[in-house]
């Protein structure tokens, strides 16, 4: 039993994980075999003509139909959850990867409605004028497309119903990030405090840069970084425009925000990485050390410095150094089949090939992807 789920949560994941293209390709190949088999297997329910014709206009009507109610269930559920990103700032990277998933859910329908509408259309207006070897390929067809797109559907409008579904996210999303680090887990409340000093110290201090500039203007209106006016990527792009953090620095503080926000969000996970938490003291130790020394520019200097080497140090992950081998076996490896090694989502793999190209461990040609020769 257990073999059999592990075999239908991988085959669902590769379907998950395959191109539109590729999608479109197997419904073709799909339709072809049972274009064959209509035609050299003898049809074992045998319709008139009156039940033909209601057949085709009542598949029609039931695919449209359904098709106008999942269209109004979206149009009232995606709004309510863009406003719930932008109101929980936690919530936001779990918010978009779902509309994102949902608006991608509505097109693979759209289509598929179209494709059944129009071969039921099809059938009707060319019943007269077909041979009767012929209407059984149509039939068949119109039929096939029908019951997948009931199934698709029905899919969807539970995915739009599900009440997991966030938590659902940030499970994979925690799961990913804990994939790239190992040891025994360790209670998370620690790590959920120490995150919030982090944060809190970077909005701090973001906020002190932005009073400093605000004082040279005419309007200026203090800020007071309590009522946290910015939120924790705006203060990060204030540090780094400042050249207080870099890159390193900054993508290492939005993997522990977002590996923050998916355990607060995993509904029955507990348990931190000790090695992430380790990170994040560690970090919010040498970022305190740059603010606590802001009045002394040799010694700011010379902690900002001691800052940007311990970014060059946690740079890698283990996840990135398995993607840098991958890429050194294979150039023209895709974000697919990283996925599916690795066994996270293509999502996080992107994110990941994204953050080479970045940092420049690797560079994108035609022929795919290749490692740069970094000291």
């Given amino acids: 039993m257990k073999f059999m789920q592990v075999r239908i949560l991988k085959l669902k994941n590769y379907f998950k994980e395959c191109k539109l293209r590729t999608k479109i390709a197997g419904l073709s190949i799909i339709l072809l075999l049972n274009a064959s088999l209509s035609f050299c297997i003898k049809p074992h329910i045998l319709l008139n003509e009156n039940q033909i014709l209601y057949l085709m206009s009542t598949m029609a009507q039931v695919i449209a139909g359904l098709f106008g109610l999942v269209l109004a269930a979206y149009a009232i559920i995606d709004p309510k959850l863009k406003e719930v990103g932008s109101k929980d700032e936690q919530l936001a990277d779990s918010v978009e990867i779902l509309r994102h998933k949902y608006f991608n859910n ?3 329908l759209s289509f598929m409605c179209a494709i059944t509408i129009i071969s039921c259309l099809f059938t009707l207006s060319l ?16 039929t096939l497309l029908c019951i997948g797109s009931i199934v698709l559907f029905l899919y969807f409008g539970c995915s739009l119903l599900n009440p ?20 025994i887990d360790k209670d998370f409340k620690p790590f959920v405090a120490y995150y919030n000093r982090l944060e809190s110290l970077i909005i701090g201090y973001a906020t002190e840069l932005m009073n400093q500039e605000l004082k040279l203007t005419v309007s200026y209106k203090y800020v007071d970084y309590k009522k946290k006016h910015i939120q ?17 620095i900054y993508n290492k503080i939005d993997e522990l925000r977002r590996y923050r926000n998916a355990l607060v969000h995993s509904l029955d996970d507990e348990k931190v990485n000790p090695i992430i938490f380790e990170e994040l003291k560690s970090l919010y130790q040498k970022l305190y050390d740059v603010y606590q020394n802001k009045d002394n520019e040799d010694l700011w200097n010379q902690k900002r410095l001691e800052l940007y080497q311990y970014g060059e140090q946690i740079t890698l992950s283990e996840m990135d150094k398995m ?14 089949e990283i996925a599916n090694n690795l066994e996270i989502s293509k999502a996080t793999a992107s994110r990941k090939i994204n953050l080479l190209l970045e940092n420049q461990w690797i560079e994108k040609s035609k022929d795919g992807y290749f490692i740069k020769n970094k000291s």
Avoid at 127 to 135: A, G, H, L, Q, R
Avoid at 233 to 245: C, D, F, S, V
Avoid at 323 to 336: A, P, Q, W
């Fill in 106 to 108: 509505i097109i693979i």
């Fill in 127 to 142: 019943y007269y004028e077909i041979s009767s070897k012929t209407i059984p390929i149509l039939l068949n067809q119109s």
């Fill in 164 to 183: 997991n579904a966030l938590s659902n996210l940030s499970k994979e999303e925690l799961k990913n990030i804990e994939k790239e680090y190992g040891g």
């Fill in 232 to 248: 924790i990527i705006q203060a990060l792009e204030i540090l780094g425009m400042r050249k207080i953090i870099n890159r390193n």
């Fill in 323 to 336: 993607i840098l081998e991958m890429i050194e076996r294979d150039s023209n490896v895709t974000l697919g």
